[in-house]
Nanobody, 124 residues
Framework: QVQLVESGGGLVQTGGSLRLSCAAS????????MGWFRQAPGKEREFVAG????????DYADSVKGRFTISRDNAKNAVYLQMNSLEPADTADYYC?????????????????WGQGTQVTVSS
């Protein structure tokens, strides 16, 4: 089992920044690729960013490329999502997830463990 707890969400104005954190506990964190997903009201959950076990490979949704950065610290059992130039369209609940693979995948069904989510609201 891996337990994941997100933090760092909140209310921010358009153009602002937030840094989400996801703390992991349980099994060896470095054995898991990690992903960030988001779900806006009335919409399906979508992939935002992913990072490989080592942190050497990252992937992003087209909608966030150049604005968001995913990183991880295996010594601290944590993964982060730095979000800059936020837009109202980024408003959603953000979830971190872990999957037993080397690189992160975009398909949510491949992930084994999920956090409870943290809410991000971007005002116009």
């Amino acid at each position: 089992q891996v337990q994941l707890v997100e933090s760092g969400g909140g209310l921010v104005q358009t153009g602002g920044s937030l840094r989400l954190s996801c703390a992991a506990s349980g099994r060896t964190f470095s054995n898991y690729a990690m992903g960030w997903f988001r779900q806006a009201p009335g919409k399906e959950r979508e992939f935002v960013a992913g990072i490989s076990r080592s942190g050497g490979t990252t992937d992003y949704a087209d909608s966030v490329k150049g604005r968001f950065t995913i990183s991880r610290d295996n010594a601290k059992n944590a993964v982060y999502l730095q979000m800059n130039s936020l837009e109202p369209a980024d408003t959603a609940d953000y979830y971190c997830a872990a999957e037993r693979s080397v690189v992160a995948q975009k398909a949510s069904y491949l992930y084994d463990y999920w956090g409870q989510g943290t809410q991000v609201t971007v005002s116009s």
